[in-house]
């Protein structure tokens, strides 16, 4: 089974500020981490995936992603805040065991981000 | 299409009534995901398609919830005799392969009366 973990509900930064909201995965096999935000009364956008290679990854509007294997951490961080960074974010993990090709996705609960001016 | 298009955006039902709720993937896409989604809440797995797999029923709340899709076409979110507790946003999604994204549609905004 996989799972994931944003273990805080909210996050509260100031604009210019670094940022980072928190995941935690839990697969069998081998993890394809990816992120999501979602604005308010919208569709989930794609900002940035994991598959292999290099562990810091980097995604739309900013946004990069630290891998962390041992730790089974997929950390979203920006070096500089902006008040409309302000969203629900969402971490998602694939586990591809070897020879199933499953392609469920599970989403953690999301994290609030809102930047303060 | 350009990306994944759900139909109908909102829909008003009244309580014990059956509701099919429409999503049209982006063309080529072999996964086919529905999520629901209550006010200020997480993405709960409903369902999911893989090409002419078996589903992934393992999210369906109750045996009320149905889904079908032909092929790596449309598919077809039912509900049946909807409950007030069924209110959400049901999310549709679709994916090209294991390490592609799944890209979202809208949504289709459920209010039982």
């Known amino acids: 089974a996989q799972s994931v973990a944003q273990p805080e509900d909210q996050v509260n930064v100031a604009e210019g500020n670094p940022l980072t909201v928190k995941c935690t995965y839990s697969v069998s096999g081998n993890p394809y981490l990816f992120w999501y935000v979602q604005y308010p009364n919208r569709g989930l956008q794609f900002l940035l995936k994991?598959?292999?290679?290099?562990?810091l990854v980097k995604g739309s509007y900013g946004f990069e992603a630290e891998f962390n294997k041992s730790q089974t951490s997929f950390h979203l961080k920006k070096p500089s805040a902006l008040v409309s960074d302000s969203a629900l974010y969402f971490c998602a993990v694939r586990d591809i065991l070897s020879g199933a090709g499953s392609y469920q996705l599970t989403f953690g609960k999301g994290t609030k981000l809102s930047v303060i001016p | 299409g350009a990306g994944v298009s759900q139909s109908p955006s909102n829909k008003v039902t009244e309580k014990g009534k059956d509701v099919e709720l429409r999503c049209d993937p982006i063309s080529g896409h072999t996964a086919l995901y529905w999520y629901r989604q209550r006010l200020g809440q997480g993405l709960e797995f409903l369902i999911y398609f893989q090409g002419n797999s078996a589903p992934d029923k393992s999210g369906l709340p109750s045996d009320r919830f149905s889904a079908e899709r032909t092929g790596e076409s449309v598919s077809t979110l039912t509900i049946q005799r909807t409950q007030q507790e069924d209110s959400a946003v049901y999310l549709c999604a679709s994916s090209l392969g294991p390490t592609a994204p799944a890209f979202f549609g809208q949504g289709t905004r459920l209010t039982v009366v």
């Open positions: 994991y598959i292999t290679g290099d562990n």
